[in-house]
């Protein structure tokens, strides 16, 4: 890791607030480094996402070259899809029904190898990606223009004079394959249809998700006549074809090379442009043609559509007004913005029809004004759906409502990952309680909260078959509460039950535990609220203060109540405990995993001997013997800043009584991982989340207790911002912000001067104005009493 940069040979520049935030947005940031990102069209929340899909790297097993279908790095494009999902991780998926121009003959099957046949070849130098809207020129010599609305999209592809002019509609090659696909081509109303049956998210990993949970419509019409056609299923060409159905199958997780089916357009000689509108439905062919008739109707101009989109996106973007800053930073604001109001999607088609977990078609009722979907509860519960709640509690409490649907139409499962209308189990814990529980502490109150919550309530003390199973354990358990019997009786998960890693496990239900029980305060509900808030205690039971002549940690234990041997690796023996291990963690090592108790800081600090320990504990996690940062890539003794377990460790120092470490840490990672460049997202982006944390860190305050929304104080990195709220509008000022002055010196609330650490619940809601004063040195006696801490929650013992 470098030496410490704040910035310093950055042009302090002050920039006035822009009216056009989407100019400012770089879709390519994240594209590499395992950010996933997908840099293609989209609008705020849209179904469809027109985006290229790069043939994958030489060695890659994958057929694809990132989850998000691109990656920087990948010099060739073998189509364009309609559907993605932001910064999500293992293989990715969706990536449905690629179009790709080509300017040859179609003479082989493009299911050959749908990795790379009929691919293109192109240059960065000759790609431009900006909110809403996508344009490169392919060194096949043809320009690929995209843009998107709420549930269609159009593309203008340019050919070049003297070659064939053709299109291949790459029926079955979604991302990670396709169990079933058709298309028909109607050559007289220029349209061309395509149904596809996929799946299959994370599905190399565990036979469990090695199925097919969705069934995407295509409605593709076309403003030039069609001069040719013809189709293919696996290896045999039919020229004159206008049917063909065939899926690429899964293979063991991955598709088989030589299966799937799709087909081709031919356009007269000499026609150097042809336009295409599609609709997208995940009920009906029918459906999609109404999406795309009611948002993008016959004679729409592609640059009606693609002005639409792009003022959408100024739109939901200048909700957040900045002043201040380098240019670069702003870049990196924005972007991170955008990314954050990607997911979940809308799912429902314009007249409110959306196709359930029970495959049944329903339709919205009630306040809902849409189904959303696409839900990686492990991610997003921490900071990203508390962002959309804060920003827009309407679209929150449509995304909280579609939560609800999904478990009432899933047999009463709440599944913890769910991608359009399935769940894939990835990832450990039961994360929805403490997304409803912080959507609403931020304001969305408009869902059946009482309903939610009375179901997750059933949940948490009712084990089913899927519960106590340990099918697609470690990575996909397919129970929502993996292990609960055991919880039930045990009070931790132990050894042996099903889970991903124990600890871990046990880390993520008390953090359930602690959403149910604030819910069901809010709710009213008192006895539930207690009950709850004692079950989110049970973190106690892993917590051995012997674990270390250093001091105690979050371990694994056993059934019987014996403190489990580690075992890192299967060709070792088992050993004693070491803070380095992984064993009953995910994604992370105990180290790195002993501060997940964010509901109650000050108990974990007690446990650890005192704030004066947890400081001396919290030093060695950050910094190396030597004094410098550990932020990422410093092993597992440190934090991992690139991904959630590590995320809300920096902020740990307000609770401690050294905020100003706080504030030092956060600027550093403001100011080294996050950059304007293909590289700047550190890790997978999930959906938004590591980009929600950004958004929130650069603003100085931070939501660290999911389920609550009060929020503790960092460092702003602009000397304005203004936060746009129906319920009343936030502004932070910072005057002096700039290279070098991370650090917090004085802090006003509303004009009165403030030594906490933190702001209530009711400041997110209600609005008000905070004015920091900032320094290059730090002020060691700001908030720095036991008393200036945010706030704990305990329960009695």
């Not at 206008?242 to 799709?262: L, R």
């Not at 358990?477 to 039950?497: N, S």
Request: glycine share 10%.
């Amino acid at each position: 890791m470098p030496p410490l940069v704040l910035a310093l040979a950055l042009s302090p520049v002050v920039v006035a607030a822009t009216s056009r935030p989407a100019d400012l947005v770089n879709p390519l940031i994240g594209t590499t480094n395992g950010g996933n990102v997908f840099p293609g069209a989209v609008v705020p929340f849209g179904m469809v996402q027109f985006s290229p899909e790069a043939s994958p790297l030489p060695g890659k097993k994958a057929p694809i070259a990132a989850p998000g279908g691109y990656e920087y790095r990948a010099g060739s494009i073998r189509g364009f899809s309609l559907t993605n999902v932001e910064g999500w991780g293992c293989a990715g998926g969706s990536g449905d029904v690629p179009l790709m121009p080509i300017t040859t003959e179609v003479t082989t099957s493009p299911s050959a190898d749908y990795r790379t046949a009929y691919a293109s070849t192109f240059s960065h130098a000759k790609e431009v990606a900006k909110a809403g809207h996508y344009r490169v020129a392919l060194d096949n010599g043809v320009t690929a223009d995209l843009t998107a609305a709420l549930h269609s999209g159009a593309a203008r592809f340019a050919y070049p004079a003297g070659k064939p002019v053709n299109l291949l509609v790459r029926a079955s090659d979604s991302e990670v394959g396709s169990e079933k696909a058709s298309v028909v081509v109607d050559k007289a109303n220029r349209r061309v249809t395509v149904e596809v049956t996929s799946g299959n998210f994370c599905g190399y990993i565990n036979e469990a998700d090695r199925r097919s949970y969705y069934t995407v419509h295509v409605v593709a019409e076309f403003d030039q006549p069609f001069a040719a056609t013809g189709t293919w299923t696996d290896g045999t060409v039919t020229r004159g074809g206008t049917k063909a159905a065939g899926g690429t199958g899964y293979g063991e997780g991955f598709p088989d090379a030589g299966h799937g089916s799709g087909a081709w357009l031919g356009f007269a000689a000499g026609t150097r442009e042809v336009n295409v509108r599609v609709g997208v439905s995940y009920v009906s062919a029918a459906n999609a043609k109404a999406n795309l008739d009611a948002e993008n109707p016959a004679g729409t101009a592609f640059e009606a559509l693609r002005d639409k989109a792009v003022q959408a996106w100024n739109t939901r973007l200048s909700q957040i007004a900045i002043e201040g800053g380098t240019t670069d930073q702003r870049t990196v604001f924005y972007t991170a913005l955008y990314h954050a109001l990607m997911t979940p999607n809308v799912f429902s088609d314009v007249n409110g029809e959306y196709r359930g977990f029970d495959q049944q078609v329903h339709t919205v009722t009630g306040k809902q004004k849409a189904q959303y979907a696409n839900f990686s509860g492990w991610d997003v519960y921490r900071s990203q759906l508390p962002l959309v709640a804060w920003l827009d509690p309407g679209i929150a409490s449509d995304i909280a409502q579609s939560l609800y649907n999904q478990a009432r139409q899933n047999h009463g499962v709440w599944d913890r990952w769910t991608h359009n209308n399935g769940g894939t189990h990835v990832m450990n814990g039961d994360p929805s309680a403490a997304a409803l529980a912080g959507m609403y502490a931020f304001g969305a109150r408009d869902f059946d909260a009482a309903g939610a919550l009375a179901s997750l309530v059933h949940a948490a003390d009712h084990p089913t078959a899927l519960d106590t199973s340990h099918d697609g354990c470690e990575v996909e358990c397919v129970g929502q509460r993996p292990g609960l019997d055991a919880w039930l009786k045990l009070h931790y998960i132990p050894v042996g039950a099903p889970a991903w890693g124990p600890a871990a496990d046990t880390l993520e239900t008390v953090a359930a535990e602690f959403g149910i029980g604030t819910l069901a305060g809010r709710l009213g509900d008192a006895a539930t609220a207690q009950r709850f808030m004692a079950r989110a205690q049970y973190w106690r039971n892993l917590f051995d203060p012997k674990a270390t002549p250093e001091g105690g940690y979050i371990r694994n234990r056993n059934a019987d109540g014996s403190w489990a041997l580690v075992k890192d690796d299967d060709a070792q023996p088992p050993h004693a405990f070491t803070p380095s291990t992984e064993d009953g963690f995910v994604e992370g090592s105990a180290a790195q995993y002993v501060w997940m108790v964010p509901f109650n800081v000050a108990g974990l600090f007690d446990a650890m001997g005192g704030r004066d320990k947890a400081r001396a504990r919290l030093d060695a996690f950050f910094y190396q013997p030597d004094g410098a940062f550990a932020v990422t890539k410093s092993g597992p003794l440190h934090a991992e800043l690139d991904n959630e377990p590590s995320i809300g460790t920096p902020w740990l120092y307000n609770f401690a009584g050294q905020p100003w470490k706080t504030q030092e840490l956060v600027r550093r990672v403001l100011d080294t991982l996050w950059l304007n460049e293909p590289k700047g997202i550190p890790g997978n982006d999930d959906l938004g989340q590591m980009s929600s944390w950004y958004v929130f860190a650069a603003l100085g305050v931070y939501p660290s207790i999911p389920g609550r929304a009060e929020m503790v104080v960092g460092s702003p990195l602009f000397t304005r911002a203004t936060i746009h709220r129906a319920a009343g509008n936030i502004v932070i000022e910072a005057p002096d912000a700039g290279p070098g002055k991370p650090y917090v010196t004085a802090l006003r609330v509303d004009g009165k001067a403030s030594l906490r650490a933190w702001l209530p619940e009711s400041f997110a809601l209600k609005g008000g104005t905070l004015r920091f004063d900032l320094s290059a040195t730090p002020d060691k006696a700001w908030a720095t009493r036991p008393e200036d801490a945010p706030p704990s929650f305990d329960a009695p013992r």
